[in-house]
């Protein structure tokens, strides 16, 4: 029997496999250490039965666990003493770490090795795993058996890196659990670790990833292998917006085609989201047993995301297959070389047991138990003194009633708000707001958990903000406000962008952020001693609103960019200015958000141009580089402000290129866009952005788009890369706009350019098109394209009524250059080499795309003498001081790309040593 440590290790085809037995020794080689007192408590209301704890043994390195008069089973792991112990609902209870004690009872658990294997028993299951990798890439878990029951299913590799080392250790067994590491070292410096752990009375193996892995390269578990599962059981985390939510267990069959994946049954992730096709479980069944996996503990996910776990059904219709991608982001410094998180993480189990075990309420009962209740880590992170006795509940992270923050929990965050500040809270308001700040429910975006939307997040924070502030009578008071400030802090670096404001999200969402920070700042600033009303992030989010209101006629409304729920008839929500003068903006950019071009503002003739230049995709559109143009302060060309009523998401319903092919003629390449450059001048104004995906993604032709539309799509075999640049001429008689749209792809593609102008009709003439007199398009570039119309109406806050203008071509690259003046008399209006000439402008433009340009990117001349110019473009740009937001559910704009997440990786100061309940990810 391997007891304590085995090791086998294969390298580049030499194999050795040895068993290294080492027994703890006691008595006359070790100094006997006085006994020391560690107190343990439940603060649920169940009884825990064989509760693996950690105990702080001190300076102690041998010895049991003793609670009472009973020597617990014990054993030493790494240096550290683990216990099994049974603790009653609400008990409060010492263990003493007794030096001279010693376990002597039996255990449920057994670790041997035969021939190519090391099995992992308890009194439930087994587990099999490699002991060497003599023939191929072995899979790190091969099978499981239940009881006396036949092996069943099987692991394997999907498109294996080449394999230099791999090794496994049993690094504990006893009567606490086992512990295994499993190490690959693959070429190219690629590694997968991880760590098993089986304890007794469990059906299931806990199974930790770190991994820095190719996302191609993914290992696999057949959990339908080496029996005839005939059903799945899986669960789905929402039904999308709007819909009824059921986190269920639900019955399926193993054929494929039954989801919107086809061939994925769901995608596994351990925190409840509005996805449709995200879920916690997911398993294959017969009759009696089912085999599958449970996601857990959120706050061991690194880029869950992209990490997810696939449950996937095969032709054959007889396996479910959980398959284990990889993830390799390419970042290990930031800009500035401060090291970044290199690895990517998962934390799972996988699960052998009566199928009549896998309904909803025992899975439930189990993850809160053994994950996000579990007794170990609540002991070790939470703060439980103070009180003399208590219990508390838990948030479970898959119901969602318990941690949707936008139907029933803002109800609940009303009575909380009534409460907060009155020194009245007790255990309850303690360990739950705990639980709340606890990464494993809801995660974090330090580790690249999307908070599904950061407003999602300023409401899930209320409440526990709200209890903490309660406690101020509590003898640990200090660590408990720094808590909450921490998270508040958390919340608004993922939220504000600095310098400049712009949110995370658009601005009707970011509006709805600044109003949950005020009521929280209301109610906790004289308890909690801190005023977030006063913080340079919730300040500055505020002046961006002002700052980005669009005029509309005598007023200034909301950016209609993104949803913005619009109110009445009039549009836009109505911006108070307060002691704002618009007459002294400028252009400018906000960084995260894009740029805004202006002339005379706060006068009858102000120009406004909004380009959507900047990363930040919270309920955002398809609006990467899309501008909304106001003039004369009326809305000309327009980002249209239906909101949900029907979602525009589309990329042909903006101010932009859009792409699609034949079989895909309605699409969106998504992406994050990223502003290259800006220079302003009296004359004129210039920026320049891009936004580059790998694909297409279908969409229907008019709104409103699918909620959560993932599928289908059209891979494009390489980049597409799209390049705008906007130049405002502010010397005219009217001022005018000249756009140049570029781009870059593997492949032939349908672009077009769309225009969407407030209007009833439009005359088409060649390469010029008018909308009535409001108007005037003049395509200088290409010389051919195809023209249609595309004209839209809706409803909502008054409504509106564009005429659509589109120019296609079919082309693998190309530029288009149109000229855009206000009214239906423009000047003269020509053609010049790599530009064009308007009046007295003439604005060029250099090649797109060249890695090193021999001329400016963009140069105008006015009278004959230099305007503005704008030399070199910066793809090393700073996009803001903001932390990382991962679009999900309803935003599938693509992976982050490795420019934007190595910027927003970065950890500010205070974020770069934060307590362990805001960051329990252990380091191995």
């Given at each position: 029997m391997l007891t304590d440590s085995s090791l086998n290790y294969h390298k580049k085809g030499v194999a050795m496999s040895r068993v290294l037995?080492?027994?703890?020794?006691?008595?006359?080689?070790l100094v006997s250490l006085a006994a020391q007192d560690v107190p343990i408590v439940n603060p649920t209301n169940n009884d825990y039965t064989q509760v693996p704890l950690r105990i702080d043994a001190g300076a102690a390195q041998a010895g049991a666990g003793v609670m009472g008069d009973t020597v617990l089973p014990s054993q030493w792991e790494a240096g550290q003493l683990w216990v099994l112990a049974d603790l009653e609902k609400q008990v409060r209870t010492q263990i003493r770490v007794d030096a001279d004690a010693q376990y002597s009872g039996d255990t449920a658990l057994a670790v041997h090795q035969d021939g190519a294997w090391i099995e992992l028993h308890n009194d439930r299951i087994a587990v099999r795993i490699p002991a060497t990798a003599d023939h191929g890439v072995p899979a790190p878990i091969a099978a499981l058996r239940h009881g006396d029951g036949p092996w069943m299913g099987a692991g394997s590799w999907r498109n294996p890196p080449d394999l230099e080392a791999y090794q496994v250790q049993v690094v504990g067994s006893g009567p606490v659990q086992i512990t295994v590491h499993q190490d690959y070292h693959f070429a190219d410096g690629q590694r997968l670790r991880l760590r098993l752990r089986l304890r007794p009375g469990r059906d299931?193996?806990?199974?930790?990833?770190?991994?820095?892995?190719?996302?191609?390269?993914?290992?696999?578990?057949?959990?339908?292998?080496?029996?005839?599962?005939?059903?799945?059981?899986y669960t789905q985390h929402g039904g999308g917006a709007g819909q009824p939510m059921n986190?269920?267990?639900?019955?399926?069959?193993?054929?494929?085609?039954q989801a919107r994946m086809a061939q994925e049954l769901v995608f596994l992730l351990p925190r409840w989201s509005q996805s449709m096709d995200d879920g916690w479980l997911a398993a294959a069944a017969d009759e009696a047993m089912a085999l599958g996996a449970i996601t857990v503990r959120a706050g061991q996910w690194m880029w869950p995301h992209e990490g997810k776990i696939a449950a996937e059904l095969a032709d054959s219709a007889d396996t479910?297959?959980?398959?284990?991608?990889?993830?390799?982001?390419?970042?290990?410094?930031?800009?500035?070389?401060?090291?970044?998180?290199?690895?990517?993480?998962?934390?799972?189990?996988?699960?052998?047991?009566?199928?009549?075990?896998?309904?909803?309420?025992?899975?439930?009962?189990?993850?809160?138990?053994?994950?996000?209740?579990?007794?170990?880590?609540?002991?070790?992170?939470?703060?439980?003194?103070?009180?003399?006795?208590?219990?508390?509940?838990?948030?479970h992270p898959f119901r969602g009633d318990q941690v949707n923050p936008t139907g029933f929990w803002r109800q609940q965050a009303r009575q909380d708000r009534n409460r907060a500040g009155d020194g009245k809270g007790g255990f309850g308001d303690l360990v739950w707001a705990q639980a709340v700040l606890d990464p494993d429910y809801y995660g974090t975006p330090w580790y690249g958990w999307s908070m599904q939307n950061p407003n999602f997040w300023s409401d899930v924070l209320q409440r526990p903000v709200f209890r903490l502030s309660r406690l101020v009578d509590h003898p640990r008071f200090d660590e408990l406000r720094e808590l909450a400030r921490l998270a508040m802090k958390m919340d608004m670096h993922h939220s504000i962008t600095l310098p400049g404001g712009a949110g995370q999200e658009c601005p009707g969402y970011q509006a709805h952020a600044h109003s949950i920070w005020e009521r929280i700042a209301e109610r906790t600033h004289e308890a909690l001693g801190f005023d977030i009303r006063q913080w340079e992030r919730h300040q500055a989010g505020q002046d961006f609103l002002i700052r980005s209101s669009q005029p509309r006629g005598s007023r200034r409304h909301m950016l209609p960019t993104g949803d913005t729920h619009p109110r009445g008839d009039s549009g836009p929500p109505r911006i108070s200015l307060g002691d704002h003068d618009p007459r002294e903006w400028t252009?400018?950019?906000?960084?995260?958000?894009?740029?805004?071009?202006?002339?005379?503002?706060?006068?009858?003739?102000?120009?406004?141009?909004?380009?959507?230049a900047g990363p930040n995709r919270g309920h955002y559109h398809?609006?990467?580089?899309?501008?909304?143009?106001?003039?004369?302060?009326?809305?000309?060309?327009?980002?249209?402000?239906?909101?949900?009523?029907?979602?525009?998401?589309?990329?042909?319903?903006?101010?932009?290129?859009?792409?699609?092919?034949?079989?895909?003629?309605?699409?969106?390449?998504?992406?994050?866009?990223?502003?290259?450059?800006?220079?302003?001048?009296?004359?004129?104004?210039?920026?320049?952005?891009?936004?580059?995906?790998?694909?297409?993604?279908?969409?229907?032709?008019?709104?409103?788009e699918e909620w959560d539309q993932r599928w289908d799509t059209h891979e494009l075999g390489g980049s597409l890369r799209y390049q705008r640049a906007v130049v405002l001429l502010k010397g005219l008689e009217r001022d005018v706009l000249v756009l140049c749209d570029s781009w870059q792809g593997p492949q032939a593609l349908q672009t077009?350019?769309?225009?969407?102008?407030?209007?009833?009709?439009?005359?088409?003439?060649?390469?010029?098109?008018?909308?009535?007199?409001?108007?005037?398009?003049?395509?200088i570039a290409p010389e051919e394209a195809s023209f249609s119309r595309l004209d839209w109406s809706h409803d909502r806050g008054g409504g509106e009524n564009t005429v659509g203008l589109?120019?296609?071509?079919?082309?693998?690259?190309?530029?288009?250059?149109?000229?855009?003046?206000?009214?239906?008399?423009?000047?003269?209006?020509?053609?010049?080499?790599?530009?064009?000439?308007?009046?007295?402008?003439?604005?060029?433009?250099?090649?797109?795309?060249?890695?090193?340009p021999d001329q400016p990117a963009v140069r105008v001349e006015h009278g004959g003498s230099e305007a503005v110019v704008l030399n070199q473009l910066d793809y090393q740009r700073s996009q803001g001081d903001i932390g990382i937001f991962v679009p999900d559910a309803g935003y599938p704009f693509g992976p982050i790309p490795a420019w934007l997440a190595s910027q927003r990786l970065q950890r500010p100061d205070w974020a770069k040593d934060l307590p362990e309940l805001l960051d329990p990810m252990e380091q191995w």
């Open positions: 037995c080492t027994l703890w020794v006691l008595g006359s080689m299931f193996v806990e199974i930790e990833e770190r991994f820095d892995l190719a996302p191609e390269h993914a290992w696999v578990f057949d959990a339908g292998a080496d029996w005839t599962p005939d059903a799945s059981l986190t269920n267990v639900q019955t399926g069959s193993l054929e494929p085609g479910l297959r959980l398959v284990m991608p990889g993830i390799n982001r390419g970042l290990t410094t930031d800009d500035q070389g401060a090291s970044l998180p290199s690895l990517a993480a998962r934390m799972w189990w996988l699960r052998l047991a009566p199928r009549d075990d896998w309904d909803t309420d025992t899975a439930r009962r189990l993850v809160m138990r053994h994950a996000m209740a579990d007794l170990n880590k609540v002991n070790r992170l939470y703060i439980l003194d103070g009180f003399d006795e208590g219990r508390s509940g838990f948030p252009s400018e950019e906000f960084p995260g958000f894009g740029v805004i071009l202006r002339n005379r503002p706060g006068t009858d003739d102000e120009t406004f141009v909004a380009i959507k398809g609006d990467q580089l899309a501008l909304h143009w106001v003039d004369r302060r009326q809305p000309l060309m327009v980002d249209h402000h239906v909101s949900y009523n029907p979602r525009a998401g589309q990329e042909h319903m903006h101010n932009r290129l859009s792409f699609g092919t034949e079989d895909m003629p309605w699409a969106v390449i998504d992406g994050h866009e990223r502003v290259l450059g800006l220079a302003t001048s009296e004359a004129a104004d210039v920026m320049v952005g891009e936004v580059a995906s790998t694909r297409l993604r279908r969409m229907p032709k008019l709104p409103p077009t350019w769309n225009g969407h102008v407030i209007g009833e009709d439009a005359s088409v003439d060649g390469a010029v098109a008018q909308v009535g007199d409001r108007l005037t398009a003049v395509r589109r120019w296609s071509v079919e082309a693998e690259a190309g530029r288009f250059i149109t000229v855009l003046w206000p009214g239906d008399d423009p000047p003269d209006i020509s053609a010049i080499e790599g530009g064009v000439r308007i009046g007295d402008y003439a604005v060029t433009f250099a090649p797109a795309f060249a890695d090193n």
